[in-house]
């Protein structure tokens, strides 16, 4: 799996979007962008994933750069429960469906 | 849909007993892992299954231990608990087919400390 490269920690106001980077420059062709987070002290919970195209769901869109070597996830109007910490994740899994997670991004959302 | 259970929440254990933690999923999935969390750090894997009868080693199983007799369940076993082991564990599953076989669903994790 690509190793990825995220800011410590963000802050963003209530109400505005959150722009959360990640670098994953070393990505292959057959590794999906995955993105999650971790709530404190709860399970972590899947928000979204791509492999080339920008995709959106409920919770967020992820922009993906044309080289893949990066990506953006936006939460378009970010609340108090946003507060979480990130996780962006690259892996085609090989069929062992791993996640590797690393420390992530810590958005604190302000009122 | 229950989703992912973990039985108990919280176990406070001393150094050399055993114990085993509970996952079950209803979800038919045939994917489940075992991760460990120590603070400030990410989520490590400990073990992991493709399906009933199947599992193999992720990244930390040392003094682990795992079974899957069933598809619903997927219980962590600590052979000899080490102050090492303190953590908060968490239990995961995904269907092994599909569009998205990374989407992973986590239970709410057990709080374990070894004094």
């Known amino acids: 799996d690509a190793k990825t490269t995220q800011p410590t920690s963000m802050d963003c106001a209530e109400g505005r979007a959150a722009n959360l980077p990640c670098n994953h420059s070393?990505?292959?062709?057959?590794?999906?962008v995955y993105w999650y987070r971790q709530i404190h002290s709860q399970g972590p919970q899947y928000i979204i994933h791509?492999?080339?195209n920008n995709e959106t769901n409920e919770m967020a869109s992820l922009i993906i750069t044309e080289d893949r070597k990066s990506s953006t996830l936006i939460l378009p109007h970010a609340t108090l429960r946003d507060t979480a910490v990130y996780y962006c994740?690259?892996?085609?899994?090989?069929?062992?469906?791993?996640?590797?997670f690393g420390k992530g991004t810590k958005l604190s959302v302000i009122p | 849909n229950a989703g992912v259970t973990q039985t108990p929440k919280f176990q406070v254990l001393k150094t050399g007993q055993s114990m085993t933690l509970q996952c079950a999923q209803d979800?038919?999935?045939?994917?489940m892992s075992w991760y460990r969390q120590d603070p400030g750090m990410g989520l490590r894997l400990i073990h992991y299954?493709?399906?009933?009868?199947?599992?193999d080693q992720g990244e930390v199983p040392n003094g682990y231990n795992v079974s899957r007799s069933t598809t619903e369940d997927f219980p962590l076993r600590l052979l000899s608990a080490a102050p090492s082991q303190t953590s908060v564990y968490f239990c995961?599953?995904?269907?092994?087919?599909?569009?998205?076989?990374?989407?992973?669903?986590f239970g709410p994790g057990t709080r374990l400390t070894v004094t």
């Open positions: 995961a599953s995904s269907p092994r087919e599909g569009p998205s076989p990374y989407e992973q669903y």
């Open positions: 979800m038919n999935h045939e994917y």
């Open positions: 791509g492999l080339k």
């Open positions: 070393t990505i292959s062709g057959n590794e999906y």
């Open positions: 299954s493709v399906g009933a009868g199947i599992t």
């Open positions: 994740i690259a892996t085609s899994g090989a069929g062992s469906y791993q996640l590797t």
